[in-house]
């Protein structure tokens, strides 16, 4: 099983862009369909995008599609999340999920098993 950890959130003004990172130990990443979820204050923790194992499903929430780009490198062990035109509502505590799977990734938390422990990403106004 892997073991993920975020980075890359902070504090941003309005349209700008921040590039969020999940690094990965543990074995066979590549086999890993992963996913990026936020959860704002007082709020459900939410689909954001989800990735397949090999780059080539990608999954967006229509809240952040054509701003936001899901991406990895198997190699790296890592996966990306390119957050470009932020908006205040944007605001939230970012995690990245993982299951293992080859199948098309999910937009469902409930299908992921293994959670980072989040990193902060603020937009101001």
């Known amino acids: 099983q892997v073991q993920l950890v975020e980075s890359g959130g902070g504090l941003v003004q309005a349209g700008g862009s921040l590039r969020l990172s999940c690094a990965a130990s543990g074995r066979a990443f590549s086999s890993y369909a992963m996913g990026w979820f936020r959860q704002a204050p007082g709020k459900e923790r939410e689909f954001v995008a989800a990735i397949g194992w090999n780059g080539g499903s990608t999954y967006y929430a229509d809240s952040v599609k054509g701003r936001f780009t899901i991406s990895r490198d198997n190699a790296k062990n890592t996966m990306y999340l390119q957050m470009n035109s932020l908006k205040p509502e944007d605001t939230a505590v970012y995690y990245c999920?993982?299951?293992?799977?080859?199948?098309?990734?999910?937009?469902?938390?409930?299908?992921?098993?293994?959670w980072g422990q989040g990193t902060q990403v603020t937009v101001s106004s």
């Open positions: 999920a993982a299951r293992g799977s080859r199948w098309f990734p999910s937009q469902e938390r409930n299908w992921y098993d293994t």
